[in-house]
């Protein structure tokens, strides 16, 4: 074999020979480990490994980011997009979200779907400070990100994030449910890396 | 014989001209006429108030009324002129219930006042909304916001105090 | 007995599936006493958006009114901007845009029907409803490359021929919607709750129903003989045969059962327009007598200029959207822009009978009969 010039003879390797040095997860607290996203794992001993360390924003938003739930606020066109991604076919309850809630008290995600206008505005205001904290936004399509197709329009207000925070914008006009789901892990990633550990750096 | 000729010979006296609106029949009235001949056109079989169309053409209004009969399958368009300072015409809501939400609409986005309706108010606009937006001289550049009142109802402020998060 | 009223407000948000729609209801005990619709909450100015744009600018915007079923509404903008110029179609444009719509008409009362069920608490329709619309969903984004807003038809013709592949995928679904409509069938008709939520609510006489400018479904359940594909046939609707789906008893059950007929009706028309469409053909350019210097037509379009003025005049053109009499009042002043457009909207005229539709029925009553009436918020308020 010919590299560069220089000859390299040819290796052989006894991949018999090899030996797995990481352990398989066998108990349910090296399981939680081998996901990833606690890292910080020392059972102590003389409890038989029974007492996890970690840090208190990872749990939580562990917890969080699991079973996020989203209030129904469909608004136009995108909210039919919005049922077609929590219908069988894109089946959003793999993210743990598929518990639309009609009362925003219950809820902890908004989906801004659709034109928001100048009369529903205050409206939807209402709604996200109705919602218990920690809450998070997701502005989906064009309109509810810039006004979009109808930002010459008296009536529509220009982008919902003159009225509440957003986390996450998704283009389109209607978005595909597939870049919802993609919006959706996005915002997952940010409540993953959220909470004084992040400031410090110990979330990662 | 079209249906607007028709409409022409019962009432001489309130039609003004009659033609085509492109290809349908079309009655100019007088706008005092106006419930006397959707009257007579509702009597000789014009059952389906399809649409309420309100023009502005900046020196004068239109008011054009679509008909259809399901009987006899004719269309009939009925046209009235309205002056601009006084864009007022009476309301047909005691011939088709129908017209109730039509006549606010084109209210709500022409301005014009249909007199006799029974409530007439914004319907897709909130109450106390700035101008109408249908009119050639509605002003696009100052934006107006809607913040919700005391009783729940909308109340229009132009600067969105309470709304917006920042200026 | 003698109770005291309750104000109840439901919306602008609520939970039931139809868009942003808010009732104020003054309550007698359970029954309502009086019920007023607002709307407006998704009034986005669509015919002031008219105004400032172009003939073919304004295309996209008519997607959005009714964004269950959008070629309709695509088409009734471009028949009017069409008889307003005197443009001419090719035949298999024509084909194309029925086909396009018949499919789409299915759509919508697959979305009408789920929602309706679901409304009542039953969630099985929409999740079943939904995997068929997926599957015609797919068909549309062949041919378009969108899923709910096409721009697809535009004045001339439609925008592209449709793929290859696509007519097996169609016959494909055909045959797995006729078994699918038995289906529902099965899992609805026969249910008694079903029966007992629907006969007899939201009663309204045929007369009444004329007298409230009712269009399409809502109007042919309360027995009035009416389609505007049969009776004012526009496009090729003259050369198919399929008959008119009408119910007697003006409830809501027929509302319901003449949108389950009309998706079989459908069905056989797509049947009919693909045994029949015209296969391509290039047009020679001497055929429409346009120079090579203005542009190419194809088979599917008659070419049409990006700016282009139809001289002045004003027209009113109207279709059967799978709701209702769908039109559009288009006038020109002989520039590139409209002087103004005005969308008749069959979900704005159906909803103005809802107060007396449901004077002393119950909430629950109350959803059932705005279920049945079926609108889309984005196309009663425009
Ligand atoms: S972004 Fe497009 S699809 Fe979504 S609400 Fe706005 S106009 Fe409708």
Redesign the interface.
Known sequence: MEKGGIRVDPVTIDTTKIKHTKKQPVTALEKLNDTGLISTLLAAREREGMILFSTIDQVFNWARLSSLWPVTSGLACCAIEMMAVAMAHHDIARFGMEIFRASPRQADLMFVAGTVTKRMAPRVKQLYEMMPDPKWVIAVGGCASTGGPYHESYSVLKGVDLIIPVDVYIPGCPPRPEAWIYGVIQLREKIKNQGYGAKWGLNK | MNSAEELKNLLPGSVISTGL????PMAVVKKEDLVKAAGKAKEIGF?????I?G??YRDHFEV?Y?FFS?SK?QNL?IKVNLDHDKPEVDSLTSL???????ER?TFD?VGIKFIGHPNLI?????DGWNGH??RKD?D?NTE?????GDN?D?VVSPDGTN???RK | MESDELFINMGPVHPSTHGVARFKLRMDGESIKECTPVIGYLHRGTEKIGEMKTYLQFIPYTDRLDYIAAFPNNYAYVKAVEELAGIEVPLRAEYIRVLTMELNRIVNHIVSIGSLLMDLGAATMIMWGFRERENALQLFEMLCGARMTFNYIKPGGVREDIPDGFIPKLNEFIKDMEKRIVDYEQLINGNEIFHMRMKNIGVISGKDAVNYGWTGPTLRGSGVDYDLRKYEPYSIYPDLDFKVCVRKEGDSYARFIVRMDEMKESLHILRQVVDNMPATKLISMAEYGISPMTGTPTAVSTYFPRIFTPPAGEVYSRIEAPKGELGFYVVSDGTTKPYRVKIRSPSFCNLTAIPSLVKGLKIGDLIAAFGTIDVVLGDVDR
């Open positions: 609106q492109l290809n349908k059952d389906h108030l399809s649409v169309t023009i502005d054009i679509n399901y399958k368009a088709w219930k129908g017209a109730d939400w039509l609409e986005l914004r319907i897709l606009l909130p937006p249908l509605y696009m107006q916001f809607v913040t919700i729940g909308d709304l917006l998060r």
